[in-house]
Structures are given as structure tokens and as C-alpha cells.
């Protein structure tokens, strides 16, 4: 599977939509402190799905940490609860094909109102990147590792962990986001344990 993939886009994406939030910090995560350059981001009053309850949320800007980081403790509730959860346990690649067909209809649209637009279409680009998925189970939760490696540049890569479980009748997620797999997993693994 391949995909198109920027790490700093991403985290300042999340960090616009965070910073547009009201001004309610989460309780952080206990194992990623403020003295490590760990900064919690605003999570009240969010306005995405019925369902969604977003618990914790940290950020590890570049000036601060070595390492930028993202990680995250979510909870779904209802069918969004169920359809992730089959999605993380049954077919983890079939979320990165989700978004793969969602940037491939955007670019689809573009290519079409360029071409009434009399303009030449741009081409349909090479992949530029490539995605590996791998389980990451362990005692204390289930669990998927994305790997997004560039294929333009040698060693870059961006690495996604996903640990899950349910809780009563939630889904409680912890997501972290960092440059290599080892990072990531340590991170969401910190989440985890804070929820």
C-alpha cells in the first residue's frame, strides 16, 4: 500500500485544530511530563463526532524535545466504537486505504475542474511514500504499528502506534505519533497507561 505521508503537515494540522479549540487543557499524560518538553493541548469543547471523546492529548513541539511527538488517549462510543474496532482487529491496512481513496477522489476532483477549466491536467504523481502495518499486541493491550517510510529520501520515516481496548462500553484508544517505531510504541504504551 502506498501513500503520501508528511510528518510536519500532519502535526501542525492537528495542532491548528487543537489550537482552535477552546482553551480547556487535558490532565496530560503522567509519563510525558512538561519537564520533558511534553505540552498538553486543548481538548474541551470539541465539535467532530457524536461519540467521540477526545481524554488527553500531548504534544513534544522540535524546540523542546529532540524528537517531535504527538500522542493522544481517545474513547469512542456506539457503532463509531465497532467499526473501528473491527477495523484495528480484522483490517488495520483497510484505514490507510480509507484515506489512500480519499486523497486519490480529492486529486480525481482537481485533475476534473482543470480540465474544464481548459487547463492541462497535472499528472497523476509517482508515490512518494510507502506504508507497513504490524501488530503490536502485548499484555497490556492490543495494538498496530504504521510505519510511513519516504521512498524519495533514505531513513525518513514516520511511525503511528494504535493501542486499544474496551472500557465498559467505549473504546478507548492511545495513539501516538514519532519518527521511529521504538519512540512510538514507548509513547502510545505511556498514553495507555495514563487513561
Known amino acids: 500500500m502506498r501513500s503520501r505521508f508528511h510528518v510536519r503537515a500532519l502535526l501542525l494540522a ?12 487535558g490532565p496530560g499524560i503522567a509519563d510525558l511530563p512538561a519537564s520533558q518538553g511534553w505540552q498538553p493541548l486543548p481538548i ?12 488527553s492529548m500531548v504534544f513534544c513541539p522540535r524546540e523542546s524535545c529532540t524528537r517531535q511527538g504527538f500522542a ?7 457503532q463509531q466504537a465497532r467499526d473501528m474496532e473491527t477495523a484495528l482487529s480484522e483490517s488495520p491496512a483497510s484505514l490507510g ?17 482543470q480540465r474544464k477549466q481548459k487547463k492541462k491536467p497535472d499528472a497523476k504523481p509517482e508515490a512518494r511514500s510507502a506504508t507497513d502495518i504490524a501488530r503490536i499486541d502485548s499484555t497490556e493491550a492490543k495494538g498496530v504499528l504504521v510505519t510511513i517510510r519516504s521512498l524519495d529520501t533514505a531513513g525518513r520515516e514516520a511511525v503511528t502506534a494504535i493501542l486499544y481496548g474496551r472500557e465498559a462500553d467505549s473504546l478507548v484508544l492511545a495513539v501516538a505519533v514519532s519518527q521511529t517505531a521504538e519512540t512510538a510504541r514507548r509513547d502510545a504504551l505511556a498514553a495507555w497507561r495514563s487513561r
Open 72 to 78: 493522544a488517549v481517545i474513547a469512542l462510543a456506539g
Open 97 to 113: 486505504q480509507a484515506f489512500a481513496r480519499l486523497a486519490a477522489a480529492k486529486a480525481a476532483e482537481r485533475r476534473k475542474a
Open 44 to 55: 474541551g469543547s470539541w465539535v467532530l463526532n457524536d461519540g467521540l471523546e477526545a481524554r
Open 14 to 25: 492537528g495542532s491548528l485544530l487543537l489550537g482552535a479549540c477552546s482553551y480547556h487543557f
